[in-house]
């Protein structure tokens, strides 16, 4: 008897703490939805050239009134064609990240920040956001032999670390070295976070990974490529130091072959020292895979990442 009241107890608990965060994330949408539409501004660089990779869009999202002479964290984000503006995506769909932020800094709910997206390349997208160095740990010889990709992930990292931090740093982050950076994407822009963010966790503090694609490509029957990206992360997770990472996963769309990896991803990070303060691996029921969804829940990584590491 005692048992099943423990257990009984266990799951009333539980179900209450659901309930809370599940009001509080409601409570954050319904005031996002009576914010102003385009607070802070963006601009855009159009032909930022670089020496690693072809050249690219990017774009910077500044917080009403920026002050470069003041503290601010860098959130970097991949596919940055589609963060701001839903009028300019292929989709007609955005993150709303200019609206969250705008929302957030002043609540003091995460610390001033401002935002990089990156345009992917379009063609070159897979290419670039592949955790390269997972490769390496494919074993399956006839698929390495049908499958030889030309990556660029390496040079994507470079370009990023090398060249447009120091950008950023020179024209809007004069005030101070002691910066937080932040980098995030969604699908594969989940899994070319966590790869930066473990290729240099001397440079970035956090990784916010969306609907990360865990099978690293297409979907077919015995993928070798899940494998070995988890054999890359259990060879070569950072330590704490004060990371952060955030991963998340629905279950409609692509996000449906993504609930048969939470139980890796967990144990790779568990078993090397991380616990709930510095690493979430969330599941969102009836979610899909596109910006609608993730703009939906983008608070809370932001908010896991972005506050005092």
């Known amino acids: 008897m005692l048992k099943k009241n423990i257990l009984f107890f266990t799951f009333i608990l539980f179900f209450l703490t659901f309930i809370l965060f599940f009001n509080l994330h409601s409570q954050d949408l ?13 601009e855009v660089v159009s032909d930022f050239q670089s020496s690693f990779i072809d050249d690219r869009i990017i774009e910077f999202w500044l917080p009403p009134n920026f002050d470069p002479t003041k503290k601010y964290d860098l959130l970097i984000m991949h596919d940055g064609q589609n963060l701001f503006d839903a009028n300019k995506t292929w989709n007609r769909q955005e993150w709303k990240l200019d609206e969250w932020a705008s929302k957030l800094i002043p609540e003091g709910k995460v610390n001033p920040f401002i935002i990089l997206g990156i345009h992917n390349s379009g063609k070159n997208r897979w290419n670039d956001y592949f955790p390269e160095k997972a490769y390496d740990f494919v074993k399956d010889l006839e698929y390495l032999n049908e499958n030889k990709p030309a990556l660029y992930a390496d040079l994507y990292l470079k370009y990023i670390v090398d060249e447009l931090i120091p950008f950023t740093k020179s024209k809007y982050l004069k005030s101070s070295d002691d910066f937080k950076i932040v980098i995030g994407g969604s699908s594969m822009g989940g899994l070319i976070s966590m ?36 054999k890359y992360m259990s060879q070569n997770i950072p330590k704490l130091k004060g990371k952060k990472f955030y991963f998340d996963y629905g279950d409609q769309g692509l996000d449906k072959y993504y609930p048969q990896y939470s139980k890796t991803v967990d144990s790779i990070f568990l078993n090397n020292g991380y616990s709930e303060n510095n690493f979430i691996n969330l599941y969102y029921k009836n979610t899909s895979h596109n910006e609608d969804s993730w703009s939906k829940r983008i608070n809370v990584p932001l908010k896991f990442t972005l506050n005092e590491l």
């Open 30 to 42: 319904d005031k996002l939805s009576e914010s102003h539409q385009n607070q802070g501004s963006v």
């Open 195 to 230: 790869y930066a963010a473990f290729e240099y966790p001397e440079i970035f503090d956090g990784a916010i990974c969306m609907s990360t694609h865990w099978p690293g490509a297409f979907v077919i029957d015995n993928n070798p490529l899940p494998d070995a990206i988890f």
